[in-house]
């Protein structure tokens, strides 16, 4: 998938199990499923960071470190660390977690993801301060890193500011 272009730097959509980092000026963005996305922001600094997380928990070591919640969140939060000068102080908005397989053996998988990033955010002390999660449709997930701004849109419903 491409770039879309506007006013801000739009960076390529970042994929199932994919992470990236930016700036002032910078939007990430991202399509969810049942997969969540995690925005970790520092708004004195405005850099950020967006994970699309597929798994709550990974099973095997070889698993792409922005796959699963429990390393897609410290690896990020690494990422930002390495990127920041200085200390950071992170804060959270999450979206996705949908239920989109209802006859599905998983079809409680997005809420498994939801939960295990809720805890591991709680367990790391980063506040979460908004969120859109759950229901039975996609989500697009854009991250404006100029403002901590979250938008969400669903077919049908408008967007949403987190």
């Not at 980092?21 to 004195?44: E, F, H, K, N, P």
């Not at 930002?80 to 409680?108: N, V």
């Not at 449709?137 to 077919?155: A, P, Y």
Request: positive net charge; proline residues 4%.
């Amino acid at each position: 998938m491409g770039v879309e272009e506007d006013s801000q730097r739009a960076k390529p959509l970042i994929r199932m199990g994919e992470m990236a980092t930016g700036v002032d000026g910078d939007v990430l963005r991202t399509l969810l499923g049942s997969c969540v996305g995690v925005a970790l922001y520092d708004r004195r600094k405005k850099i950020g960071g967006l994970a699309h997380i597929v798994l709550p928990r990974s099973r095997r070591a070889d698993d792409p470190p922005g796959k699963c919640a429990d390393r897609a969140i410290p690896a990020l939060i690494a990422m930002l660390e390495r990127d920041a000068d200085g200390a950071i102080k992170l804060s959270a908005k999450l979206a996705g977690g949908a239920k989109m397989l209802s006859s599905s053996k998983t079809a409680d998988i997005g809420e498994q993801n939801q939960r295990a990033c809720e805890q591991l955010l709680r367990e790391l002390r980063i506040p979460i301060l908004a969120q859109d999660c759950g229901g039975n449709q996609g989500r697009r997930m854009s991250f404006d890193l100029s403002t901590g701004s979250v938008t969400i849109s669903i077919v049908g419903r408008g967007d949403i500011d987190l």
